[in-house]
Antibody
Framework: LLLQESGPGLVKPSETLSLTCTVSGGSVNSDSYYWAWIRQPPGKGLECIGSIHYSGTTYYTSSLKSRVTISVDTSKNQFSLKLSPVTAADTAVFYC????????????WGQGTLVTVSS | QTVVTQEPSFSVSPGGTVTLTCGLSSGSVSSSYYPSWYQQTPGQAPRTLIYSTNTRSSGVPDRFSGSILGNKAALTITGAQADDESDYYCVLYLGSAIGVFGGGTKLTVL
């Protein structure tokens, strides 16, 4: 299973951060996984933003719930993240990953993409 | 809000043994939290080492082992090598398809 993040590397404050994760070597239509987004601010730790099941059910961490939307496009074998509005504190490397539905670990990861929030 | 706790830093001598732990701000960690462990080197995505408390991920050397020690999850590295110098993160599953990360432990091998 391979995951690849894509999207703008620079977003202005108060605007919307949008990223897409393309899945290859497997299908998002799988009961084996939830599809997750994780972020890591520069020099800091990892934070799970949320996840989505292929059915469309979403789960968000409470601190970001009011600003986050995760969606899945089964026809393109992709899932996406929107975060709005953003501030400089949202500058981070964003990873997409799988969360095993029986083992509850993040087993496959994308390489990560840096998104900088700056005017 | 429940916080997942890890030692901020640890050091080990080459060839030595080190145990990193993963706890909860309130309560004890058990296997029902499905503890998992990840290794991250600078500029790289994390790599899964251990999942479901003590199952090694494919290709992970057997000098990495996971367990429950007392009221915490633990990652033990036996025979530490220079390239084990990394950041280590644990994740606990607290429900609702969200894995909660600990703050990470920076391991120095010297």
């Amino acid at each position: 299973l391979l995951l690849q993040e894509s999207g703008p590397g620079l977003v202005k404050p108060s605007e919307t951060l949008s990223l897409t994760c393309t899945v290859s070597g497997g299908s998002v239509n799988s009961d084996s996984y939830y599809w997750a987004w994780i972020r890591q601010p520069p020099g800091k730790g990892l934070e799970c933003i949320g996840s989505i099941h292929y059915s469309g059910t979403t789960y968000y961490t409470s601190s970001l719930k009011s600003r986050v939307t995760i969606s899945v496009d089964t026809s393109k074998n992709q899932f996406s993240l929107k975060l709005s509005p953003v501030t400089a504190a949202d500058t981070a490397v964003f990873y997409c990953a799988t969360l095993g539905s029986s083992t509850w670990n993040f087993d496959y990861w994308g390489q990560g993409t840096l998104v900088t929030v700056s005017s | 809000q429940t916080v997942v706790t890890q030692e901020p830093s640890f050091s080990v001598s080459p060839g030595g043994t080190v145990t990193l732990t993963c706890g909860l701000s309130s309560g004890s960690v058990s296997s029902s939290y499905y503890p998992s462990w990840y290794q991250q080197t600078p500029g790289q995505a994390p790599r899964t080492l251990i999942y479901s408390t003590n199952t090694r991920s494919s290709g992970v050397p057997d000098r990495f082992s996971g367990s429950i020690l007392g009221n915490k999850a633990a990652l033990t590295i036996t025979g530490a090598q220079a390239d084990d110098e990394s950041d280590y993160y644990c994740v606990l599953y607290l429900g609702s398809a969200i894995g909660v990360f600990g703050g990470g432990t920076k391991l120095t091998v010297l």
